[in-house]
């Protein structure tokens, strides 16, 4: 059953990366997985039976949320963008406790500074210059960019890939990777690009969190409200009837409930 559960959980986050504006890592600190797979991919001599169905299990589930829903959550982006976007920001908020609990309850002026650093980072990450992808050098880049935006809590990389520009092509890209229909070439770029920032990104995460886990969460709350800023700046820039808005906030409380839920019921593996 708990497999069962990890599985769903890696659909949402699978679903997310593809949300514009919504940062996976961010959810899944929410659903309650990321210090486990930052653990385990920082890791990669040391890794356990466990940790393999860990893996398995989790990644089936982001790799099905992506495959089945690409094509949906664009649908629902072009036509319900504020229902739809509401949800998943309900998703995120619903694991605000999880954070806060995570908390040192002293008063710091550092925490509060890398607060405020990391809100304002996130700000400044999503004002990045346009750029085409015409090349397997970015094509590598776009991997990396991807790894960091999966890895770091609060930034959105399909937010930064639209920044640049890149959005549609990744998430061609990822549909093709994932369903084998890509190239070699530019599988294995943009695969290598990924694996390689994954490795040294991760083992300074688990750095992070292992020797200065309160300060790590403060930053990952000024991730994550520099990022839910962001959202809610951009989803109310257009007019939306009445019966939008009440369908929309409706969602929204939805999502925030199914992430209590699920993190009271299951907790964290």
């Given at each position: 059953?708990?497999?069962?559960?990890?599985?769903?959980?890696?659909?949402?986050?699978?679903?997310?990366?593809?949300?514009?504006?919504?940062?996976?890592?961010?959810?899944?600190?929410?659903?309650?997985?990321?210090?486990?797979?930052?653990?385990?991919?920082?890791?990669?001599?040391?890794?356990?039976?466990?940790?393999?169905?860990?893996?398995?299990?989790?990644?089936?589930?982001?790799?099905?949320?992506?495959?089945?829903?690409?094509?949906?959550?664009?649908?629902?982006?072009?036509?319900?963008?504020?229902?739809?976007?509401?949800?998943?920001?309900?998703?995120?908020?619903?694991?605000?406790?999880?954070?806060?609990?995570?908390?040192?309850?002293?008063?710091?002026?550092?925490?509060?500074?890398?607060?405020?650093?990391s809100f304002i980072l996130v700000l400044i990450i999503t004002n990045l210059s346009k750029?085409?992808?015409?090349?397997?050098?970015?094509?590598?880049?776009?991997?990396?960019?991807?790894?960091?935006?999966?890895?770091?809590?609060?930034?959105?990389?399909?937010?930064?890939?639209?920044?640049?520009?890149?959005?549609?092509?990744?998430?061609?890209?990822?549909?093709?990777?994932?369903?084998?229909?890509?190239?070699?070439?530019?599988?294995?770029?943009?695969?290598?690009?990924?694996?390689?920032?994954?490795?040294?990104?991760?083992?300074?995460?688990?750095?992070?969190?292992?020797?200065?886990?309160?300060?790590?969460?403060?930053?990952?709350?000024?991730?994550?409200?520099?990022?839910?800023?962001?959202?809610?700046?951009?989803?109310?820039?257009?007019?939306?009837?009445?019966?939008?808005?009440?369908?929309?906030?409706?969602?929204?409380?939805?999502?925030?409930?199914?992430?209590?839920?699920?993190?009271?019921?299951?907790?964290?593996?």
């Amino acid at each position: 059953m708990k497999y069962f559960i990890l599985m769903i959980k890696g659909f949402f986050i699978g679903v997310a990366k593809i949300i514009p504006g919504v940062s996976g890592a961010v959810l899944s600190i929410s659903l309650g997985v990321y210090e486990k797979l930052i653990n385990i991919i920082s890791h990669p001599f040391k890794i356990k039976f466990e940790d393999l169905k860990f893996l398995f299990f989790f990644l089936f589930g982001v790799c099905l949320g992506i495959i089945l829903l690409c094509d949906g959550v664009k649908w629902g982006l072009n036509n319900f963008y504020l229902p739809t976007m509401l949800l998943f920001i309900g998703l995120i908020c619903g694991g605000i406790p999880e954070i806060l609990n995570s908390l040192d309850n002293e008063s710091n002026k550092v925490n509060y500074i890398i607060f405020i650093f990391s809100f304002i980072l996130v700000l400044i990450i999503t004002n990045l210059s346009k750029a085409s992808v015409n090349s397997n050098g970015l094509f590598f880049l776009m991997g990396a960019i991807e790894s960091l935006t999966t890895l770091i809590p609060g930034v959105s990389g399909t937010a930064i890939f639209m920044a640049l520009g890149w959005y549609e092509s990744l998430l061609d890209l990822i549909k093709k990777i994932l369903t084998f229909n890509a190239s070699f070439s530019i599988s294995f770029s943009f695969i290598l690009g990924f694996v390689i920032a994954t490795i040294l990104v991760s083992k300074l995460l688990d750095f992070i969190f292992m020797k200065y886990k309160s300060q790590a969460y403060f930053g990952v709350l000024g991730f994550m409200s520099g990022s839910l800023w962001i959202m809610f700046d951009n989803i109310f820039k257009s007019a939306f009837s009445v019966t939008t808005l009440f369908v929309s906030v409706f969602l929204f409380f939805l999502g925030i409930y199914l992430t209590i839920k699920i993190n009271d019921f299951f907790g964290k593996f």
